[in-house]
């Protein structure tokens, strides 16, 4: 059973950054696609970024141009960079294998205020 911690999060003003880490014990990390989620409150997870093993990324709308996602095979573990954040940001972040049908971490939560 793979396991993923996510760390990062916390309080920070519109405007600000934070940079989200996701450490997987998977032994194949390298050749899995990874992606960033989010929950916000009352509303469903919904995918942030995700990340190839080739390199490829893709951001959805509301992120593109502000968000970063980056890897590190060598520590198994995902990135995400968070830039000029905004209130509706404001959510539990995890991170997952794209296709993977595997358990969630706990995630970690970013608070955004205006």
């Known amino acids: 059973q793979v396991q993923l911690v996510e760390s990062g999060g916390g309080l920070v003003q519109a405007g600000g950054s934070l940079r989200l880490s996701c450490v997987s014990s998977?032994?194949?990390?390298?050749?899995?696609?990874m992606g960033w989620y989010r929950q916000a409150p009352g509303k469903q997870r919904e995918v942030v970024a995700t990340?190839?093993?080739?390199?490829?990324?893709n951001y959805a709308d509301s992120v593109k141009g502000r968000f970063t996602i980056s890897r590190d095979n060598a520590k198994n573990t995902v990135y995400l960079q968070m830039d000029s954040l905004k209130p509706e940001d404001t959510g539990v972040y995890y991170c997952?294998?794209?296709?993977?049908?595997?358990?969630w971490g706990q995630g970690t939560q970013v608070t955004v205020s205006s």
């Open positions: 997952h294998g794209v296709y993977s049908m595997g358990s």
């Open positions: 998977s032994k194949t990390f390298s050749s899995t696609a």
């Open positions: 990340l190839t093993s080739g390199g490829r990324t």
